[in-house]
């Protein structure tokens, strides 16, 4: 697709929206609210409830239950069938009255009866309908202006997902890049990071590996969001939600084991105190190992969770995790001539008696929601980290010309952080001459300390390289380890400050506006501890939002989004301030965004978008002057993005989506030539699972994924070629308590490279592998 051909296609869907939203104004009507909460039988809030609301003409209006259980819907004069429903709940149906000021409805969902029989009933199945993490505000992800995607816990379960580079292979637009084979690494519309994560919407920016044991999802929030998350997120964030306590008692245990030793065991236990309290504990444990020859895993983790709700109106979240990951640090294999190098893909070059790596994890949490009335809310979250992550690598380089030799070299960092983040929301609902309002003000304040110590490897205390045999790569040569000149040892400090407004106006039942401002003040103290120098850097940044939704009818969407981020100086790490970057502005990412939206059926949405994102304000070299740093440096991505969730039918059950992108350098940098394209990104993804129910008691999964070429490195010089892979899986329930399953990953056994971190460190996908596993609910 041709830059040019992007923007008429822009330009076609922002008429279509203009137009729409002409027609939509010029036909208003009186608006009447209908509000209503939905609660489970002890009073709590079901948030997320679905509510349909079928009226005259045949007009149906579909939205989502917030956080609280709140919904209002802008209705008509008349007579309405609404329909309750909830997963793990029955559905409730009552015919409403709208006329003149309604009173506010309250609707409780009886809990599902357990039964010793396989009963069969249609679910959400994958689909996810609502989500408040691009807005602060519970809302119906049809009526968010940008694109999002939402892993369930039933996909992740299905799938036998096993790390976040899993989750994102079915997120159009995020590719995984390996990480140097110690972290997660996204490349997100052409956006390299390690620290746009979040964790329930607070910042979790440390470089590790995340386990998915005690999540109750995983969202992609694509594009750049200042006005939620603050710096960074160029490319957009991946927010992990976790398991809450809930009112409903829970005993579940999985056990899992499959292909090169994988052996794996989680539980769940959920049990309410009373009608006040209730405690839920995720715990989980691996040892296992990989088709990589030296590879090893441990990791574990316990995440204790307690909620209080005083009333129906006031309610407090307190939860704790410790994990701790240990493995094999990973960096894969060569290149040679411009391609992957024909090493066998379970052959391991480096130490691996020197290249090990390991996180631990402790992450507190406290969050207070506290609701006025049926219009106003407010909630305050903390979060405490505590981070200590250390890797250590002898890892390949080039390949000699005659194919005979590699290369090795080392080094090792350690890192200790600790977070504090407290954000404060207040949400408002009015109504004024324009339309229903839903008002956010909050706050966010935070402080990182982090300190940062590396080494490097010195061969037999000399040499910082050797060659070794390429067709024998493994090396035990003797290595010691110490600070070379270059070697950091410092502790960077940085504290922000910051305050946003957001509004979301119902204009009618068709014309739907969000806008927003976020002014942040971050502020960088960075110490050198070699040097003793210090440095300070203060960036002050207002980052605007603003989006248009246009509902020509209730299932469908069409939306425009406007959306801005930075990046400071010192970079997603704060790993250097010096004399050049203290001086240098913040990158600048801006994003144009439009798509539509549709729920084709019950349970089952479509998306697609079109969007072109620029990143400006990149360091380049002056070309008057070889040794001065200018800011021209620009990169573009034009891309394209489609996705369907849920079930196409009763039995079938889909998750996937294609993406298109095209990011090259804009304008040279101080890292790449003018056209050059950007790493980690190639041109089509697709995806796609399907779930078929064949028998009440048995299912099945086929799954495929296809990867276009790509560069390895900003140079251009080594390409990973295009793959594609099937997967499968087996599903049989013994009884309604227990369930049996098998997941077969990359079927055929096809040999192919996922991803890479540079030139020499391309990472072979997985061999075949087996994993079956037994849950059991008791």
């Not at 036909?27 to 679905?50: C, H, T």
């Not at 080494?455 to 910082?464: C, D, K, L, M």
Request: hydrophobic letters at 40%.
């Amino acid at each position: 697709m041709q830059a040019s051909d992007l923007v008429r296609a822009m330009g076609m869907m922002l008429g279509s929206l203009c137009l729409l939203g002409t027609q939509a104004i010029s036909g208003q009507e009186s608006r009447i609210v209908m509000e209503g909460r939905v609660l489970d039988q002890s009073r709590s809030p079901i948030a997320g409830a679905r509510i349909v609301a079928a009226g005259p003409g045949g007009r149906v209006m579909v939205v989502a239950a917030g956080m609280e259980g709140e919904f209002a819907i802008p209705v008509a004069a008349g007579s309405y069938a609404v329909t309750v429903s909830a997963t793990g709940f029955q559905e409730v149906k009552r015919v409403v009255e709208a006329a003149g000021r309604m009173g506010t409805l309250e609707f409780v969902l009886p809990v599902v009866s357990q039964r010793t029989s396989v009963t069969v009933t249609e679910s959400a199945g994958y689909q996810v309908a609502m989500s408040s993490t691009a807005t602060k505000t519970a809302t119906a992800l049809i009526d968010i202006p940008q694109s999002i995607t939402v892993v369930s816990r039933e996909l992740i379960r299905d799938q036998m997902m096993m790390s976040m580079a899993d989750v994102v292979r079915y997120v159009p637009g995020i590719t995984m890049a390996t990480g140097e084979g110690h972290r997660d690494a996204p490349v997100i519309r052409g956006n390299s990071t390690t620290s746009d994560f979040y964790v329930n919407g607070v910042r979790d920016d440390v470089q590790y590996f995340r386990d998915l044991y005690n999540l109750e999802r995983v969202e992609a929030v694509k594009g750049p969001n200042a006005m939620i998350f603050g710096r960074g997120g160029g490319g957009g964030v991946i927010n992990r939600v976790t398991k809450e306590a809930g009112f409903s008692p829970l005993r579940e245990i999985t056990l899992q084991g499959g292909s090169f030793g994988n052996k794996r065991a989680a539980a769940d236990f959920g049990q309410p105190l009373g009608r006040k309290a209730a405690f839920r504990l995720n715990g989980m444990y691996e040892n296992s190992e990989s088709f990589r020859n030296y590879f090893h895993l441990e990791r574990y983790g316990i995440a204790p969770t307690v909620t209080v709700a005083f009333n129906d109106r006031t309610r407090v979240r307190v939860s704790y995790e410790y994990f701790h990951d240990g493995r094999l640090t990973d960096r894969g294999i060569p290149s040679y001539q411009g391609r992957p190098a024909p090493a066998h893909r379970s052959t391991f070059f480096g130490n691996p008696e020197e290249s090990p790596t390991h996180a631990d994890v402790h992450l507190g949490s406290a969050v207070v929601e506290r609701q006025f009335g049926a219009r106003l809310s407010l909630r305050n979250s903390t979060l405490f980290g505590a981070y200590d992550k250390f890797y250590q690598n002898v890892f390949p380089g080039a390949v000699t010309a005659d194919l005979r030799q590699v290369s090795l070299s080392g080094y090792n960092t350690a890192t200790q952080r600790g977070n504090v983040f407290n954000q404060t929301d207040a949400n408002y609902v009015a109504d004024t001459w324009l339309g229903r309002h839903t008002l956010l003000v909050g706050a966010e304040v935070g402080r990182q300390a982090t300190d940062n110590f590396r080494q490097t490897a010195y061969f037999r205390g000399t040499a910082t390289s050797i060659n070794v045999p390429f067709a024998n790569p493994v090396d035990f040569t003797p290595v010691v380890w110490r600070q070379a000149a270059t070697d950091a040892d410092n502790r960077p400090v940085n504290t922000v400050a910051a305050g946003y407004v957001q509004d979301q106006v119902n204009v009618t039942r068709f014309v739907q506006l969000i806008g927003g401002l976020r002014f942040d003040r971050f502020d960088l103290h960075f110490r050198n501890n070699r040097t003793q120098e210090e440095r300070r850097r203060k960036d002050h940044l207002l980052s605007p939002r603003a989006g248009v939704v246009i509902k020509p009818v209730a299932p469908l969407s069409l939306y425009y989004n406007y959306s801005v981020a930075y990046l400071p100086s010192s970079g997603d790490q704060f790993g250097s301030l010096d004399a050049t970057t203290q001086t240098l502005k913040p990158e600048k990412f801006l994003n144009h965004e439009a798509g539509v939206k549709m729920d084709v059926r019950r349970y089952l949405s479509v998306t697609a978008g079109v969007y072109r994102l620029n990143r400006t304000n990149t360091r380049a070299v002056d070309p008057n002057n070889p040794a001065v740093i200018v800011q021209t440096g620009s990169q573009r991505t034009n891309g394209v993005e489609m996705g369907i969730n849920g079930n196409v039918t009763g039995k079938w059950t889909v998750a996937g989506g294609y993406g298109y992108q095209d990011a090259y350098i804009s304008s040279a940098t101080a890292a790449a030539r003018l056209g050059a394209l950007v790493a980690m990104v190639p041109r089509h993804t697709f995806s796609m699972w399907n779930n078929y129910r064949i028998l009440p008691r048995l299912s099945g999964g086929v799954g495929l994924i296809h990867q276009a070429e790509m560069w390895a490195g900003i140079d251009n010089t080594v390409l990973i070629p295009n793959f594609t892979r099937g997967d499968a899986a087996v599903y049989y329930s013994l009884t309604e308590k227990m369930r049996l399953q098998a997941n077969v990953e990359n079927v055929t056994d096809r040999r192919y490279v996922g991803s890479a971190h540079s030139n020499n460190n391309l990472a072979p996908g997985n061999a075949r592998t087996v994993r079956v596993g037994m849950t059991v609910r008791f």
